[in-house]
């Protein structure tokens, strides 16, 4: 017996403490791992640098919703990093991810379609600031020796 499988209808996605409902989002994680190499053959890896960032597209009416954030702090630019978490529960099981401390930028405040028949939508990017970085159903992704003393 199968049962449903997740998908985007299932997710709720939080900015900070506002439910905000989206066309598309993702949260990528680059990962600077590289393998050593020994007269060119691979021996262990060297870790390098982590990057994450997160994509929200979201229709006018909810773009509004992060707009009275960007009101509250007198700016865009002004807005505090926030967390963003992707919430879903079907009965094939559960994912969770946490993005901390998300700077977010605009990225495409304006798609529209001159011949109309699709609604305008704005693209919000956010880089990941904090070490408490990113969580997979409550797993952090970085190790606690990577974030040890910072």
């Not at 998908?7 to 709720?12: I, P």
């Not at 992060?66 to 505090?80: D, N, V, Y």
């Not at 704005?122 to 997979?136: A, C, L, P, W």
Request: glycine share 10%; no cysteine; hydrophobic share 40%.
């Amino acid at each position: 017996m199968s049962g449903k499988a997740l998908g985007g209808k299932d997710f709720d996605v939080f900015v900070g403490d506002t439910m905000v409902h989206v066309i598309e989002a993702s949260v990528k994680i680059t990962d600077g791992r590289k393998p050593k190499k020994v007269r060119g053959i691979t021996k262990g890896y060297i870790d390098g640098p982590v990057d994450a960032e997160v994509t929200l597209k979201l229709d006018h009416e909810n773009f509004l919703l992060l707009q009275e954030q960007a009101k509250a702090a007198g700016s865009w630019k002004g807005i505090e990093p926030f967390d963003i978490s992707f919430t879903a529960e079907v009965s094939a099981g559960a994912k969770n991810i946490e993005a901390f401390g998300v700077l977010p930028s605009l990225d495409d405040i304006l798609n529209i379609k001159a011949e109309g028949g699709e609604e305008d939508t704005t693209t919000i990017k956010g880089i990941v600031t904090s070490t408490d970085f990113v969580k997979i159903n409550g797993v952090p992704y970085l190790t606690a020796e990577e974030t040890r003393d910072l």
